[in-house]
């Protein structure tokens, strides 16, 4: 069976989803350190190449370095436990110290713009031991004056901003089980390093560290790195043109939005057929059951099984499978819409499996629906209306129109129109 339709590009709303679970007990802080932590003390008092290279074996004798007086390995104390920091003075020292870590022969090229590392090192003796690298440079590659800065002032501060950045990665990492090149981790970092530069977080600092322009919708900076993945979409407008329809309506509609439990903090949703609006969960077909009430006036009624759908994408879609393969359709919570008393009935639903969600076909068998016509709206990750029009006509024995409205999930931003537009030509005043 085709299933490329599961793999949907990350959208915005998806990834704005980003969380970490808080782990319902909180642990002693700071952790204890990990072990390989104490391996790097025993660099007191001794040059940096020097060390590297008689007690942990690694090739930092065969690289030239540029500044060596500044290379240094210090310690931060994070809530995370101890990390050794290992501080250059140069983007080529540190491009180097970077293959020295990861048991290279030679140093990679890496933008100007990348000036820090929270590194899990690959060379044989220090396999997976995680370091700090930070070179010395402007934080964000972003000029001292545009801070109105001395540049040995921003200097420090780029340096006390990087650190803490880095830091604030390795704790959500030991804490929370994930860091992340991600807005989200990448905002917490840096509004912690901010607070450790100049004891304030400033937005039209972060603006500058991100690359974003006020009053301008385009980034061409950091953040556009973090977000490279995302497609980016406008969000779906429930109001707009409104259709011409004689007759009492009603918008029936089924959907994951409204039948699924979801845990609080919504990060265990997967799949994209949930659009998050501020606090709360819609799902797709939900979406276009509120675009097809508004364009077309009268009642709206949602489906709901009376067992909710399992929070987790893939859970849900094996249990729609299993309704499917046993023909069993789940129970609904009542009391049911009296169809007989509406002229025009829109029917929304997703497709899944390739055809109708059982508990929408188990709702149509509530009626007779012979030589009544009703409407059905697809919702789809790329099926288009699979089979599920066959089916409803199989079931139902119902006058179908012979042009299916289906929305791809990704299109849902301009549902609202092509709803209006599919109205005019369905002539229904
Ligand atoms: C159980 C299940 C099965 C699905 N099967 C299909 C499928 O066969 N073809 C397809 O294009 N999309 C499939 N999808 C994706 C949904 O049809 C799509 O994401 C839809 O927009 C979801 O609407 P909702 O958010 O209102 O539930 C499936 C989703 C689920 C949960």
């Not at 642990?27 to 204890?32: I, R």
């Not at 043109?241 to 699924?260: D, M, W």
């Not at 929408?360 to 990750?381: A, M, W």
């Amino acid at each position: 069976m085709d299933m490329s339709w599961l793999k949907q590009t990350q959208s915005a709303d998806e990834y704005l989803q980003h969380a970490y679970e808080i782990p319902a007990e909180l642990p002693v802080l700071p952790l204890t350190d990990e072990p390989f932590a104490a391996r790097w003390r025993e660099v007191q008092g001794r040059e940096v190449p020097d060390f590297l290279t008689e007690e942990l074996k690694l090739a930092a004798c065969d690289f030239v370095w540029q500044e060596k007086k500044s290379l240094s390995i210090s310690f931060a104390h994070t809530l995370g436990g101890t990390l050794p920091v290992i501080a250059t003075g140069c983007h080529e020292d540190f491009r180097a110290m970077e293959a020295v870590l990861n048991g290279r022969e030679q140093s990679r090229e890496l933008p100007p713009t990348v000036n820090a590392f929270t590194i899990e090192a690959r060379a044989e003796l220090v396999y997976r031991h995680r370091l700090l690298l930070l070179n010395r440079a402007p934080y964000s590659n972003i000029p001292a004056e545009a801070l109105g800065l001395s540049t040995e002032d921003w200097m420090e501060r780029s340096q006390r901003l990087r650190l803490r950045h880095e830091c604030v990665h390795y704790e959500t990492l030991r804490l929370l089980g994930g860091m992340r090149n991600h807005a989200m981790d990448e905002i917490l970092a840096d509004a912690l390093g901010q607070i450790a530069a100049f004891g304030n977080f400033d937005a039209d600092r972060q603006r500058l560290f991100f690359g974003l322009e006020k009053g301008r919708d385009t980034c061409i900076g950091r953040l556009s790195y973090y977000c490279q993945r995302v497609a980016l979409k406008e969000r779906p407008k429930v109001q707009g043109e409104k259709a011409q329809v004689s007759g009492r309506v009603l918008t029936v509609y089924f959907s994951r939005g409204g039948n699924t439990d979801f845990p609080p903090g919504v990060d265990a949703v997967s799949g994209a057929s949930i659009m998050k609006d501020k606090e709360t969960l819609i799902g797709n077909a939900e979406m276009i059951a509120a675009m097809i009430h508004d364009a077309a006036g009268g009642d709206i009624y949602a489906i709901h099984t009376k067992e909710k759908y399992p929070a987790d994408y893939g859970a849900t879609t094996r249990v729609g499978r299993k309704e499917l393969d046993e023909n069993l359709a789940p129970a609904l919570v009542g009391p049911l819409p009296e169809l007989a008393d509406y002229d025009v009935v829109f029917v929304v639903y997703p497709l899944w499996w390739h055809t109708l969600p059982m508990a929408v076909q188990g709702f149509l068998e509530h009626y007779d629906l012979h030589g009544k016509s009703i409407i059905p709206v697809v919702t789809h990750g790329g099926g288009g209306i699979g089979e599920s029009i066959e089916k409803i006509k199989e079931t139902t024995g119902a006058q179908l129109p012979a042009e299916i409205l289906d929305i791809y999930s990704s299109d849902i931003p301009s549902a609202r129109q092509d709803i209006a537009a599919y109205l005019k030509r369905m002539k229904l005043d």
